[in-house]
Structures are given as C-alpha cells and as structure tokens.
C-alpha cells in the first residue's frame, strides 16, 4: 500500500519512505491510498491480546513495508517504557469509560506514538538503505518535546535537539526536558515565544547551506511532529483496544456503535479516531473538544477556518492552536480525495490566513463530526464537578472533552457509549487542578504536585516524581537567529 499527497495523489511513497519524508516533496501531507479493513472478527480478536499486540496488528495493517514480527518487537520495547497498563478503560459512571492514555514516561498522550516511532524511524532508514545520521529538530510548546526527547534518546543513529519558547511552557514542562538523560540530546530555550521558536526551527529545514554542511558529515535533517504519518498510525491501534476492552468486559456488543470523545489542538488524535472509523471502528459520532481557541467549533458550525482571531492562553496550553494542520487530512477524505480542492484551500490559508469550504463538504463533515468548546470556568466546573459525582481527578485537556461532551448530551436524544480521552495526568497541570478543587493558589509548579497528592490520594507519575531534584543538564538561553550555529557548534561543521 502507498501514501500519496493530500495536494497532489500522484505523488506516491511506500510507509517507510513517507515516515522518512515527514511531509511530501509539494508540501502536503501524506494520507494512505486506501483503509485496511477489520471485520468484526478481526476486532474481537483483539479482545486476547497485549496492547502491544494490538499496536503491531494494526501498524502491520497500515505499514506495508514492515512485517509484523518485527512491529511486534518494535511495540513491545516501547509498551517497556510505560507504567503497566499502556491505556486503561475506566468505567466512571453509566455509558461514560475514560481512556487514559497518559501512562507513558511523560505523563501525556504524546507518548503513545513517540515510544514507538524511533524504531519505525530506524527500520525506515534500514528498509531504505538511508546510512545518513538523522537529526530530529523540534520545536516545542511542551508536551512534544519531552515525548521525542524520551523516546529518541540513546537511538542508534539519531540525534535529536529540542527547542523551546523561553515564555510560554510550564515550570513541571521545563524541568522535564531540561533534566533529560541520554548522549544524543541537546534542550535550549529560544527567546520569545512559541511562533517564534517554530518559525526559527522551520526556517532551519529551509537553510540550504547548513543542510549541505550537514549533509557533508553524513547528516539529515528529519522531524518528529504530529504530521508525520510515524505518529499518526500508532494512534489508530488505541480507540480499537478501547473498543476491544468493551467487549471484553461485555459492555458492549459486537458491532455496537460508540461515541469517542477527543480534545483536540492539531486535529491529530481525533483524526486517528476517524482513521479507524475507516477501518471498520463502529463510530456513532465523533466529538471535536477544544478550548476557548474554539476556531475547530466555528469551523464545523460556518464551514469558515478563520485564523484571524485572537489568540488565548489558557490552563490547557497543549491545545491553543490555531492552525490545525491535520484537518488537510480530514478535509482530503471528506471530499472524496479532491486534491485540487486542498490545493486551493491551503493556497487561501497561506494567502489570507483563511479558507472555506462548501455546504456539501460541511455537511459531510458533519455526518462524522460534532465539534464544541469550554471556556475556562466550564473546564474549571467540570474538574470540581467531576470529582465530586466520579472521585475522579481530570486534567484541564480532559476537562475540556468532558465538558463539551456534556453540552452535546443536553442537545441529543441518543443512547451510545462513550469513550473520552484523557490526554495527560492530572499532575502534569498540577497548579491548575490543585487550584480549582481546593481554592488555594500555589505558584510552585513541583508544591502543587505534593500538594495535589495529598488532596486527592492519586499516585504521582513515576516521571514527575522528585522533578525539581533532578540535575538540570540542559541551561543555553539563545536567540532565535542562533539555532544554526548552536547545531554547527555541536556537530563541528
Ligand atoms: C497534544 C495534546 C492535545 C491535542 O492533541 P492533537 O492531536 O494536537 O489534537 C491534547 N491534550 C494534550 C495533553 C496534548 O499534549
């Protein structure tokens, strides 16, 4: 099976080469030529299985050009990396399960895929003879960076560098990446904020000197963001667990539709969920969750994308976004592959900072998809609320799905399951929770850990335990212009 371009469908890769690539040569993104498809028996097969057997099965469904023996390999070694269970399914209350995908070493759904990436990352090069040492650069707002970090340390023949805004990633984020252990990493922060931090990184991959003095010391470039289809297809095997794990335990029956629930920022989570919808997933509908930067809502509501909107910062910093790069994916789909439609779309985007589509495509989009949003004193009710009926502690991500999930019960008469993705441990956004259960404001990012603790009972990650002990390896302040020197200084170019 072959990946081809959301701009252009003849251009086409094998998984292995679109891994490599990251985005295609015309700057779209790669989508696979058709679905794999799981039958009903396919899926309760499942039910048996390890989550890393459930991860190979579906990888090896999807990524042709690896055989399923050697993805198995690859999943269990990144299922070592996680605190038991890799993603639990709690009952909370009636026809309501969490999922909690954040029992990987950094504590946010991000390691679902960046565990098990490196290894797809180094089988690609092997697969396509590429004996080149790459040089994964990252541009971070927080959760990314510590996910790549963790996962690509210590891998044979890369390197990675990690940068980060200066203003914008949290005390607990900081200290995750600037503590990072492993002779391939390097974490600087970047003065400014986080545009600035990505536009100085993208700019790197444009610098065509440096990529030719890299490319003398037998180096390359490559990225580990959420367009890469190395994160995006591990994300596909977690809703068929889910799924699986209902059937399981008998909570639903086999081909039982059910609702999933995802809080969203790039639109790659939740494109993952439709990705195995198209693959057979019985999916009554998907629920599109964002925060107060609600331009997913007004764009399932208007069939407008509009970026030109302020921009907030709120207690969910893993989802103030306003370019959701993966909807090209979606929209692609939706429109019965119309590249030339996506051209047009993102010529808009890039030109005036918006685009349209038609009232066929928005009704399409809806057959699929409800989109909502919560501003910050809903996340701020639904954490306390919750707590109180469920005794169960959200993060300020999950809220937000929790919420919005709640308003669109209030709009329907419908009686499907749901599944809600929690995306990072409450104790990752410790100060918040902490202040919006007990009422008591705590500055100190690593006080409101212990103190949460002893709130709610709940175990502290593994990963956030004695955070502020750690050495700190990790301390360059630089300016955006100096990322390529930082990199010849490093490799001696
Ligand atoms: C990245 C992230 C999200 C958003 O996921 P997308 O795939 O970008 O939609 C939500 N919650 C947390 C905690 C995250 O780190």
Known sequence: MYYMSTRNKNIKVAPSRAILDGIA???????????????????????????????????????????????????????????????????????????????????????????VMPYLVSAAKRKNNDDNKTLILVATSGDTGKAAL???????????????????????????????????????????????????????FCDKELCDRLEKKGMKLSSANSINIGRLIPQIAYYFSAYAD????????????????????????????????????????????????????????????????????????????????????????????DDAMIRELMSDLKANGKYSVSNAILARCAEFVAAGYADEEDVKTTVCNFYESCGYVLDTHTAVGVSVYYDYLNNVNEDAKAVIVATASPYKFAADVYYYLSEFKVSDSFLAIKKLNSYTGLDIPEGLQDLDLREQRFSDIIKKDDIAAKIAERYGL
């Open 246 to 337: 209902l059937l399981g335990s008998g909570e639903i029956k086999s081909g039982e539709k059910i609702n999933i629930v995802v809080p969203t920022g790039n639109f790659g989570n939740i494109l993952a969920a439709y990705y195995a919808q198209k693959s057979g997933l019985p999916v009554n509908k998907l629920i599109c969750a964002s925060n107060r930067n609600n331009i997913l809502t007004d764009f399932f509501d208007t069939g407008e994308y509009d970026t030109n909107r302020s921009f907030y910062k709120t207690s969910s910093p893993s989802m103030d976004i306003l370019v959701s790069s993966n909807l090209e994916r979606f929209l692609f789909d939706i429109s019965k592959e």
């Open 150 to 204: 963790e996962g690509f340390r210590d891998m044979e023949g890369i390197e990675i560098m990690t940068f980060y805004p200066n203003e914008g990633v949290s005390g607990i984020q900081k200290a995750q990446m600037t503590t990072t252990e492993g002779d391939n990493v390097y974490v600087a922060a970047v003065r400014g904020n986080f545009d600035d931090a990505q536009t100085a990184v993208k700019n790197i």
């Open 25 to 115: 040569e015309d700057g779209g993104l790669y989508v696979p030529e058709e679905f794999p498809q799981f039958l009903r028996s396919d899926i309760r097969d499942l039910i048996e299985k390890s989550y890393p057997e459930r991860l190979a099965t579906v990888l090896s469904r999807y990524l042709t050009d690896f055989d399923f023996e050697e993805l198995l390999e690859y999943a269990e070694a990144a299922g070592d990396k996680f605190d038991g269970d890799a993603c639990p399914l709690l009952k909370v209350e009636d026809d309501i399960y969490i999922l909690e995908l954040f029992h990987g070493p950094t504590s946010a759904f991000k390691d679902m895929a960046l565990s």
